[in-house]
């Protein structure tokens, strides 16, 4: 159980899970494109900018321009490494996105999943709170937290998580609440074997 890979959800789920993921939205790359300005950065890097990016009033994808869609491709890139066994790359990507968009649950999983895989479960594990901090109804937040804690002997606040994919998800639709099953089966175990 413990050297089962895992994954976190592609950067597709989770845009089509938010509605973000519109063939309407996609601009047409067809039409000509506008001259680019030449006075560019300065604008983009001016006082007033950079001072909002200072005090929080803009992300750093918005301060740098960086549009959803490269942010998409870029974490379609991790969670490409990620699946290629590839984390010391899936996770500087993923390290990367979080620092332009600290909003953004998925790249805290996406991390948390890095550690994961590495065995760095404190770390993991602190990704995972702070993803549920920014989206509380994040399944795979849960049952990989969940993981952790069973792996660290936290059984107590394993089964916490697992209880709480259950209650977010209690028809069972979503695969992952069929793992939160397996691995609550295996904290069970874990009692029953310490008992």
Same mark, same amino acid.
């Given at each position: 159980?413990?050297?089962?890979?895992?994954?976190p959800?592609s950067p597709? !789920?989770?845009a089509?899970?938010?509605?973000k993921y519109?063939?309407?939205?996609i601009?047409? #790359?067809t039409?000509p494109?506008?001259? !680019?300005?030449?006075d560019?950065a300065k604008?983009l890097?001016s006082?007033?900018?950079t001072?909002?990016?200072?005090?929080?009033?803009? %992300?750093?994808?918005?301060?740098?321009?960086i549009?959803?869609y490269e942010?998409l491709?870029? &974490?379609n890139?991790a969670?490409s490494?990620?699946?290629?066994g590839?984390?010391?790359? %899936?996770? !500087?990507?993923?390290?990367?996105?979080? %620092?332009?968009?600290?909003?953004?649950?998925?790249?805290?999983l996406?991390?948390?999943?890095?550690?994961l895989?590495e065995?760095q479960l404190?770390?993991?594990k602190?990704?995972f709170d702070q993803a549920i901090? #920014?989206n509380?109804s994040?399944l795979?937040?849960? !049952?990989n937290?969940?993981e952790? %804690?069973?792996r660290?002997?936290?059984? #107590?606040?394993?089964?916490?998580d697992?209880?709480?994919v259950?209650e977010?998800d209690?028809q069972?639709?979503?695969?992952?609440?069929h793992r939160?099953?397996?691995?609550?089966? &295996?904290a #069970?175990?874990t009692i029953?074997?310490?008992k």
């Amino acid at each position: 159980m413990a050297n089962q890979k895992r994954q976190p959800l592609s950067p597709k !789920v989770v845009a089509e899970r938010k509605g973000k993921y519109a063939k309407a939205a996609i601009p047409d #790359l067809t039409t000509p494109q506008p001259a !680019v300005d030449k006075d560019w950065a300065k604008k983009l890097y001016s006082p007033a900018r950079t001072r909002a990016y200072m005090q929080g009033q803009l %992300s750093g994808a918005e301060y740098h321009a960086i549009t959803w869609y490269e942010m998409l491709d870029i &974490a379609n890139k991790a969670f490409s490494f990620f699946n290629e066994g590839k984390y010391k790359e %899936s996770g !500087v990507l993923f390290q990367g996105l979080i %620092s332009l968009d600290p909003y953004e649950a998925y790249y805290r999983l996406g991390l948390g999943a890095v550690y994961l895989a590495e065995d760095q479960l404190e770390w993991a594990k602190t990704m995972f709170d702070q993803a549920i901090e #920014l989206n509380a109804s994040e399944l795979a937040a849960y !049952v990989n937290r969940g993981e952790c %804690s069973l792996r660290m002997g936290q059984i #107590l606040d394993a089964a916490l998580d697992f209880q709480k994919v259950l209650e977010l998800d209690p028809q069972g639709k979503d695969p992952l609440t069929h793992r939160a099953r397996v691995l609550a089966a &295996a904290a #069970l175990e874990t009692i029953d074997g310490q008992k």
